[in-house]
């Protein structure tokens, strides 16, 4: 028997109207909710992976040294797009990667699949891995005994592979160049199987990628008439501080007295620091602090007052306290380099100390202190480049915290009387690597060579130094560089410290000279 259904009252169907009517404020509201739902299901997961950074630790301090980042990424390049652009780019990298400019890669890294560089560090910076460059840039490099010997990478050493002008000249290049437009980039990324999910394709589209060219336009405006002044750095060399006056301080070259604006000099060599505290540092000796010296070396690197990372610049301060250079491969004749060693202590050791069997000793009069160069006479480029100027905007650095403020900056006259611990890594020679080896260094200075190829890392065993022939300027090499001494910065000349010495007599001194 079917079930009679109870009378509805009009108070009932009133109840009903109403529940229908609110019906659209129901679904509208639950619509809401769910979109604010969405929004924190989705959106607070992007923004925190746009927002703060990271950064990766290295527990190995050899491998922070080379892989670790020192805060220096706000001047960089995402990772994304280090690995595309030899893609891009053909013509330059001649379908190899970032050798062409002589980067080097660490054993077992390999550059087609994604590594980077030694002397490339990475910092996650609002959701986006960048990478720019730390301390092991420039102090690593390699040596072969011959053509055919395996290649040794060698950490605290100059880099004799890095051309650091023809890569940035490289970036100024491509700043407008239509293949670094998002589309291009993009492309290369998917082709490369870098894959992007639907919203970082639109960050990167809209605020990644175009940041990138602004920054490199920026750094053209900045850069570009500096570099079109100075002759090409070539491989191992950096003008230290112009770029320094007109990045970190908005100078600009025509403020720059003539005098001052070419400062190129060799990479220096970075071994035993703790026997260097409170020597006169920089070529120049323009500062006693290693803490300065460190971390003025950090600002060249693209680090600035906001995003200097202390800790990671310190731990790699700390490890090349200690760090000694591999002895050298040489072994000249014991005759000779016993008569060597008794010229050299009468002629060089004040200045620069000595080689005793295993260890280097520094001692000397006048080790670690600036000689005038009215007495040394060597090329004044790199030595004028440093003001008074720059110096004053220098003490304005990190004036807010005691720890890290530059005081002690100065002016010098001269060159530093440096230690030559590891010399036989640190050719070629003179502060602007003028003179290829230490056989040319001990000639009359007009007898040493007009031009010369570096770049090279074959050890001359009868020289000292790497093989280096002689060049013609302007004409095409099949490999390094033609340094050209008659260029403003390049001169060869001073230094004239044992040229008078008899053939025999030199040839003794360099016997002992090769077991540095």
Same mark, same amino acid.
């Not at 001359?460 to 002689?470: I, L, S, T, Y």
């Given at each position: ?71 220096? @990424?706000?001047?960089? %390049?995402?990772?994304? =797009?280090?690995? *595309?652009? !030899?893609?891009?780019? +053909?013509?330059?990298? &001649? ?122 336009? @920026?750094?053209?405006? %900045?850069?570009?008439? =500096?570099?079109? *002044?100075? !002759?090409?750095?070539? +491989?191992?060399?950096? &003008? ?122 520094? @001692?000397?009069?006048? %080790? ?11 090329? +004044?480029?790199?030595? &004028? ?132």
């Amino acid at each position: 028997m079917r079930r009679q259904e109870p009378p509805v009252t009009a108070v009932q169907q009133e109840a009903r109207r109403r529940r229908w009517r609110r019906l659209p404020l129901t679904l509208l509201a639950l619509a809401v909710g769910v979109a604010g739902l969405l929004v924190l299901v989705i959106g607070l997961p992007t923004l925190w992976r746009y927002s703060g950074e990271s950064v990766h630790h290295y527990a190995d301090p050899e491998t922070h040294f080379r892989h670790g980042s020192i805060g220096s @990424e706000v001047s960089g %390049l995402p990772v994304r =797009l280090w690995r *595309v652009l !030899p893609s891009l780019f +053909p013509e330059v990298f &001649d379908d190899g990667h970032f050798e062409v400019f002589g980067f080097l890669y660490a054993p077992g890294d390999e550059a087609s699949g994604g590594d980077l560089p030694i002397g490339v560090g990475t910092r996650q910076v609002r959701g986006v891995e960048i990478a720019w460059f730390n301390c092991a840039l420039c102090h690593v490099g390699t040596v072969r005994e011959s053509p055919d010997a395996p290649v040794r990478q060698i950490a605290g050493m100059p880099s004799n592979n890095l051309d650091l002008y023809g890569f940035i000249d490289f970036l100024l290049e491509i700043a407008d160049d239509p293949r670094l437009a998002p589309d291009s980039v993009l492309a290369a990324m998917d082709e490369q199987g870098q894959s992007l999910g639907w919203i970082e394709r639109r960050v990167w589209r809209h605020a990644v990628l175009p940041r990138v060219r602004e920054g490199l336009l @920026e750094n053209r405006a %900045l850069l570009g008439p =500096l570099l079109a *002044v100075q !002759p090409a750095w070539g +491989p191992g060399r950096v &003008d230290t501080f112009n770029p320094y006056k007109l990045i970190q301080f908005g100078m600009e070259v025509a403020e720059l007295e003539e005098a001052e604006r070419i400062g190129t000099s060799d990479f220096p060599a970075v071994f035993l620091q703790r026997p260097r505290q409170g020597m006169e540092l920089h070529w120049d000796g323009n500062n006693a602090s290693l803490q300065e010296r460190n971390l003025s070396a950090a600002i060249g690197a693209g680090v600035t007052e906001e995003s200097v990372d202390h800790r990671a610049i310190e731990r790699v301060a700390d490890w090349l306290l200690d760090l000694e250079p591999p002895p050298s491969p040489y072994r000249p004749d014991p005759e000779g380099v016993a008569a060597g060693q008794s010229l050299y202590m009468r002629h060089c050791a004040d200045c620069h100390g000595y080689q005793d069997g295993d260890r280097y000793v520094f @001692e000397g009069a006048r %080790l670690g202190r600036v000689e005038p160069n009215a007495r040394l006479g060597v090329d +004044p480029a790199r030595l &004028d480049s440093y003001t008074e100027t720059l110096r004053r905007y220098q003490l304005t650095l990190f004036d807010d915290d005691e720890r890290y403020r530059f005081r002690h900056f100065r002016k010098t006259d001269g060159y530093a009387n440096l230690p030559l611990d590891g010399l036989w890594l640190r050719a070629p020679y003179l502060h602007n690597g003028a003179v290829p080896t230490l056989y040319d260094l001990l000639l009359p200075p007009e007898e040493r060579p007009e031009a010369f190829v570096r770049g090279l890392d074959v050890l001359d065993a009868e020289k000292g130094g790497f093989v280096a022939p002689a060049c013609t300027p302007g004409e095409p090499l099949e490999a390094g560089f033609c340094f050209d001494t008659s260029q403003p910065g390049n001169g060869r000349l001073g230094h004239d410290y044992g040229t008078e010495l008899t053939p025999e007599e030199r040839s003794a001194l360099l016997d002992y000279l090769l077991t540095f």
